[in-house]
């Protein structure tokens, strides 16, 4: 018997790979360019040509995908990108391009990029070095590349099946393929530094805090972990933990344009679960317990809704604000509260009116605040979290590139800037903590807020108020929304404690 060498078998199935791709087809809707399904060095694909990795929601129930696009919109495949891009700046805003592709010289000032499979944006300038082109962008809305049509899904979103398409199977191609570096073998998961779209264990550092992060698969929801902790520096020790779990989320997305002009959006997802929330402070000289930290979080989970080439980013943030305010030399002080929910959360904009969809039935309960503190102080903590949205951004092409194509792209987009004329283009913009550039969301917001007297005041006191909002709302500038981007309350709870229950301690 003749033995085959694995080399042999390599090529085998590269050559039955390449036969099969070749003989398969795939035709788009009205407005969309053909794609191949040809899987390249850089990132696989399915047969329709959809990054392997991405949610392809083509089939799902419910899609609908009828549109025409703008006539100043450049469309440029996924092959071609994978080929012809070299480089995105930090920011997301600089594309540095080599090639000979003619789509390129059509990416003039006004412009709007469509790069399929990858996302969506404005061209603001482009300047040209030789064979490189580069092209400063800006975030693109809707109706900057949609003339006229109708967007519209429903994507329920169950965490073990996002993790198990995420896992790379250990088959016959990829163990043959391991002599020929990312060929046939799908994009690997780096989940302890963050960059697998679902976040089984983050840990990392953020403004001078430490942070984990576990989000794992429960039943068809998330069991949500956060631990932070500030790092031990001389007068105080503070730290925040977050568990819970949420599940039932199904988001639901639709957007209705016509004549360049947005119509009807509508946004919304059930979701159901519970959050616990515990803080701590420590002191150990005084004065040094004063101060705030805002800290935005890598998300427990993330995914790429790929809709016939348009890349929504589906993400579950986190993000808090924590101000402790102790005077004393050894103060220290612990408390939390827990908040049960289960509802839907939505925003519907006709025109220029907003309105909240959904119920939200939720009910906070503070724990009980034990502190050790001479002087007055005081405590307070905002948790955004769980935060559900679909972005179509800066953010969303980012991680749709860098899951397309996994190697070769990188910010080696400077010493193209130092030939160039972009220098002037980048300042850097303010940035509003709570927001996602281009998303759709529902979230909950809990805000705790403690005071205490300390035994030496005439009453003793202690007033504790907590504040629940199930909010939701959109980015007016990426889904070309009239007026400052909507954000309504679908529900909104109160509760206020004080010891001893008198008006001296405090107005209710």
């Known amino acids: 018997m003749k033995t085959v060498s694995k080399s042999s078998i390599v090529t085998l199935v590269l050559l039955c790979g390449l036969l099969i791709a070749g003989c398969k087809k795939h035709q788009d809707t009205t407005g969309s ?30 899609t609908v995908f009828d549109v025409t696009y703008t006539p100043n919109t450049v469309q440029i495949d996924l092959p071609a990108a994978q080929k012809c891009l070299k480089s995105v700046s930090d920011d997301g805003r600089v594309f540095v391009f080599e090639c000979d592709d003619p789509r390129l010289q059509k990416l003039k000032e006004g412009a709007v990029m469509f790069l399929e499979h990858l996302g969506v944006r404005r061209v603001v300038a482009v300047h040209t070095d030789g064979a490189q082109i580069g092209i400063m ?3 693109a809305a809707l109706t900057d590349f949609i003339q006229d049509g109708t967007i519209q899904f429903t994507v329920p979103v169950n965490f073990a099946e996002l993790q198990a398409r995420n896992e790379p199977e250990m088959n016959l191609e990829n163990e043959l393929a391991s002599d020929f570096p990312n060929w046939l073998s799908p994009p690997s998961v780096e989940a302890a530094e963050g960059n697998a779209k679902f976040s089984v264990h983050t840990k990392g550092e953020t403004d001078g805090w430490e942070f984990e992060i576990e989000g794992e698969p429960e039943g068809d929801g998330l069991k949500l972990s956060l631990n932070a902790a500030k790092k031990k520096l001389p007068g105080m020790t503070p730290s925040v933990k977050v568990t819970g779990q949420l599940e039932h989320v ?19 997802t059930p979701m159901k679960g519970h959050i616990n929330v515990n803080w701590s402070v420590i002191t150990m000289q005084p004065g040094s317990g004063i101060g ?9 989970a993330k995914d790429v809704f790929d809709i016939y080439g348009i ?7 986190e993000a808090l604000i924590f101000k402790p305010g102790f005077g004393g030399k050894k103060d220290a002080a612990e408390g939390g509260f827990n908040v049960n929910y289960d509802g839907t959360s939505g925003v519907s904009i006709q025109g220029q009116q907003s309105s909240p969809q959904g119920t ?12 050790e503190s001479l002087a007055p102080h005081g405590v307070v903590l905002a948790v955004n979290a769980p935060k559900v949205s679909v972005s179509l951004g800066t953010e969303s092409i980012k991680e749709a ?53 300390g035994p030496l005041s005439i009453v003793p006191c202690s007033l504790t108020r907590l504040n629940f909002y199930a909010q939701a709302g959109a980015d007016a500038s990426a889904f070309a929304l009239k007026g400052e981007s909507p954000k309504v309350n679908i529900k909104e709870t109160h509760f206020v404690a004080r010891q001893p229950d008198i008006n001296a301690c405090g107005e209710k």
């Open 250 to 268: 199904s988001t639901a997305f639709k957007a209705v344009v016509h004549g360049g002009q947005m119509q009807n959006f509508n946004y919304s």
């Open 292 to 300: 705030e930290a805002r800290l935005k979080l890598p998300p427990f």
């Open 360 to 371: 939200m039935d939720a009910q906070p309960e503070a724990e009980k605040t034990t502190a």
């Open 33 to 62: 360019a053909s794609s191949s399904g040809v899987a390249s060095s850089s990132g696989a694909v399915n047969s329709s040509g959809v990054p392997a990795t991405f949610r392809d929601l083509r089939k799902l129930p419910g």
């Open 401 to 453: 590139i860098k899951q397309a194509i996994p190697s070769g792209i990188s910010d080696k987009v400077g010493e193209f800037l130092e030939k160039g004329p972009f220098g002037g283009f980048f300042k850097s913009p303010k940035e509003d903590f709570f927001k996602i550039e281009g998303a759709a969301y529902v979230q909950l917001v809990t805000e705790f807020d403690y005071t205490g007297s």
């Open 137 to 139: 962008t800006d975030t």
């Open 311 to 317: 890349p929504f980013l589906f993400k579950v943030d």
